[in-house]
């Protein structure tokens, strides 16, 4: 199995920023796939960024440019770099891997909060 395990939320005032890390654990890791969604009150689940072993990146339309998905030095360990931040950005953050051994994990979410 995968255990993920999130830090870095927090409360910031509109216009600053955070970084979110999560870390997988496990036996026989085979991540290909890591990424965050997000989820306000009374909203869906939305996906806000991925990247792949190769690095490559996707991301919402409505984070891009002011979000950095990045994989770290350490292995199956990711960062968001959330900058420019709004209320509209406000949610609960998951972060998940894809694992080819194991399905999808999830994280146990960081609260994100943005207010003056």
């Known amino acids: 199995q995968v255990h993920l395990v999130e830090s870095g939320g927090g409360l910031v005032q509109p216009g600053g920023s955070l970084r979110l890390s999560c870390a997988a654990s496990?036996?026989?890791?085979?991540?290909?796939?890591m990424g965050w969604y997000r989820q306000a009150p009374g909203k869906e689940r939305d996906l806000v960024a991925t990247?792949?072993?190769?690095?490559?990146?996707n991301y919402a339309d409505s984070v891009k440019g002011r979000f950095t998905i990045s994989r770290g030095n350490a292995k199956n360990t990711q960062y968001l770099q959330m900058n420019s931040l709004n209320p509209e950005d406000a949610a609960v953050y998951y972060c998940?891997?894809?694992?080819?051994?194991?399905?999808?994990?999830w994280g146990q979410g960081t609260q994100v909060t943005v207010s003056s």
């Open positions: 496990g036996s026989n890791l085979r991540i290909n796939v």
């Open positions: 990247i792949t072993n190769g690095g490559s990146t």
């Open positions: 998940y891997a894809d694992d080819l051994n194991w399905g999808r994990y």
